[in-house]
Nanobody, 117 residues
């Protein structure tokens, strides 16, 4: 059975940091691309960061470049999103998505990030 479970969200002050984790099971994690999305209240879900399967090439949306870092540990079947210098506009529910070139596509249930003083 496939599972993607995000964790690490919470309440943080502006300028603070959080590290999100996405733990995978039930599929061959190392062969899947991983994308972190976020969805703010009243807004559409948007991609934030993306990492390829083996080579680990990463891409970011402009608003998080230089502040967020996506990574993966294929030995632990886990992806991460290190978020630094958090801003109020970074708040929302963060989702992990795993996609395979053949069409398999899995989502996690999300983890809430609140940025507030």
């Amino acid at each position: 059975q496939v599972h993607l479970v995000e964790s690490g969200g919470g309440l943080v002050q502006p300028g603070g940091s959080l590290r999100l984790s996405c733990a995978a099971s039930g599929f061959i994690f190392r062969t899947f691309y991983i994308t972190w999305y976020r969805q703010a209240p009243g807004k559409e879900r948007e991609p934030v960061a993306h990492i390829k399967d083996k080579e680990g090439t990463a891409n970011y949306t402009n608003s998080v470049k230089g502040r967020f870092t996506i990574s993966r540990d294929n030995t632990k079947n886990t992806a991460y999103l290190q978020m630094n210098s958090l801003k109020s506009e970074d708040a929302g529910v963060y989702y992990c998505r795993a996609r395979h070139w053949s069409g398999f596509d899995y989502w996690g249930q999300g983890t809430q990030v609140t940025v507030s003083s």
